[in-house]
């Protein structure tokens, strides 16, 4: 089974501070993602990353950054955080463009970190 | 206009009747198509996964893609209150790099 794992399940930050939100998968998945998910507004993909120290931007980088220094890591950093980042943010892993076909598109999602930002 | 249409519920059915969700997709280079479930305050879980037309069932689960008229569903036989969830359609294309669209979702309440 895959497993996706996030650091924190819920986490309290004040305006201003800097924010890492940390998520490792156990598959040797080559894609990773970041999405936040508000009520009314589904899920948004903030950025993306086919391959180590590579990322893309999805449709809601700004206020965020990215790192994946490790195949199995990807970190989301809040910069500065402010209240309208308050949400809560999911990781997801893909098997990406190896081999296979079949299910590669799938993500996989780990239980999500509710952040509060105040 | 959103690429993927779905509706937001929600649904309201009775134990043991059949959960008909459906969505509704503009963008016919999509082949990839999932749905994903997702209980309260918890991550999506993968539920059915379907490549290009046709049906797929799992247990209590079917899944249809009709490309023809960009449209899938899902149908989730003899329903049970652990059932109640809300429900997400995600679809993507060939050459999307893996990233997904995904509908609104739809919230699925099954009541004893």
């Known amino acids: 089974d895959v497993k996706v794992t996030q650091s924190s399940r819920y986490l309290v930050k004040r305006t201003g501070e800097k924010v890492f939100l940390e998520c490792v998968q156990d598959?040797?998945?080559?894609?990773m993602f970041w999405y936040r998910q508000d009520p009314g507004l589904g899920l948004r993909l903030i950025y993306f990353s086919y391959d180590v120290k590579m990322k893309e931007k999805g449709d809601i980088p700004e206020g965020y950054s990215v790192s994946r220094e490790k195949k199995e890591r990807f970190s989301l950093i809040l910069e500065s955080a402010s209240t309208n980042q308050t949400s809560m943010y999911l990781c997801?892993?893909?098997?990406?463009?190896?081999?296979?076909?079949?299910?590669?598109?799938?993500?996989?999602f780990g239980p999500g970190t509710r952040l509060l930002v105040l | 206009q959103k690429e993927v249409e779905q509706d937001p519920g929600p649904l309201s059915v009775p134990e043991g009747a059949i959960v008909s969700l459906n969505c509704t997709y503009s963008n016919s280079a999509f082949q990839y198509f999932m749905w994903y479930r997702q209980y309260s305050r918890k991550g999506p879980e993968l539920l059915m996964y379907t490549y290009s037309s046709g049906n797929k069932e799992d247990g209590r689960f079917t899944a249809q893609v009709d490309k023809s008229s960009k449209y899938i569903s899902l149908f989730i036989r003899d329903s049970q209150p652990s059932d109640s969830a809300t429900y997400l359609c995600?679809?993507?294309?060939?050459?999307?790099?893996?990233?997904?669209?995904f509908g609104a979702g739809t919230q699925v309440v099954v009541t004893p």
């Open positions: 598959m040797d998945h080559e894609n």
């Open positions: 995600a679809m993507s294309a060939h050459d999307s790099w893996g990233k997904l669209q």
């Open positions: 997801a892993s893909s098997l990406g463009v190896v081999l296979g076909g079949g299910a590669r598109e799938t993500q996989y």
